[in-house]
């Protein structure tokens, strides 16, 4: 039968070279055969493996593997499972803008108006970076849920910035005098509180709207 034709590869006893180290980073070894290969490291029900990629091999890459303990000369750590990550997160979203942590309501305004204004600021030539850059105020903006018509508000109104000191209208910003919430609407200020609560929580009209008779809050039944 076909099982019964794959070599049965069991863990070997004793210690291994690759033992302790960390699962998912990077590794380049030296083996015995000469051979110096690097790749992320996989350990699987106590065998250990090498996930390679790159030129000259497969598009999904080759496992180098089970590695035996007599086969793993010596062993150099390339970059840690965070540094990795990282690595990651800056290939997506690009070097992060300069500028601390958002905790409260005015810390995540201001952030996300600075991530703003550095969107606008790319050139359309560079569009690859405002893309990364675009991913950072989202990131930032999905921490609160802000919604994406009023994130769209925050990246016209940064673009409006850079060509007037005036603060925009609707007519300024959009098409039309009016637009649908959920495609293009101008933040509350609670609306960048971190908590929910207090996003949820319903705001009075101005006082010259409840003054007014005519005015659609007005004129609602209760």
């Not at 590869?9 to 590794?27: K, N, Y």
């Not at 903006?141 to 508000?153: D, H, M, S, V, Y």
């Not at 609407?185 to 709207?209: I, L, Y």
Request: proline fraction near 14%; glycine fraction near 6%.
């Amino acid at each position: 039968m076909a099982w019964e034709e794959l070599p049965d590869v069991l863990p070997e006893p004793g210690p291994h070279p690759l033992d302790g180290q960390e699962d998912r980073s990077r590794l380049r070894l030296t083996l015995r055969d000469g051979r110096v290969i690097e790749g992320i490291y996989n350990p699987i029900t106590r065998q250990h493996f090498l996930h390679r990629t790159g030129p000259g091999l497969p598009l999904v890459g080759k496992v180098e593997g089970p590695l035996l303990a007599a086969d793993v000369v010596a062993i150099q750590v390339v970059m840690t499972r965070d540094e990795i990550r990282e690595h990651a997160r800056e290939l997506l979203h690009g070097p992060r803008v300069p500028g601390r942590e958002p905790v409260t309501r005015d810390d995540f305004e201001h952030r996300l108006q600075t991530l703003a204004r550095a969107v606008a600021a790319v050139p359309e030539a560079e569009w690859q970076m405002q893309v990364r850059l675009k991913r950072q105020f989202e990131a930032c903006a999905e921490r609160i849920a802000l919604g994406p018509g009023k994130q769209a508000w925050m990246l016209a109104e940064a673009k409006w910035a850079r060509r007037s000191n005036a603060p925009p209208t609707m007519a300024d910003l959009w098409v039309d005098p009016v637009a649908n919430p959920s495609c293009f609407a101008r933040p509350r200020p609670q609306d960048f509180d971190p908590d929910p609560a207090v996003r949820r929580r319903r705001v009075p009209p101005p006082p010259e709207v409840r003054a007014d008779p005519h005015s659609s809050p007005t004129c609602l039944p209760p």
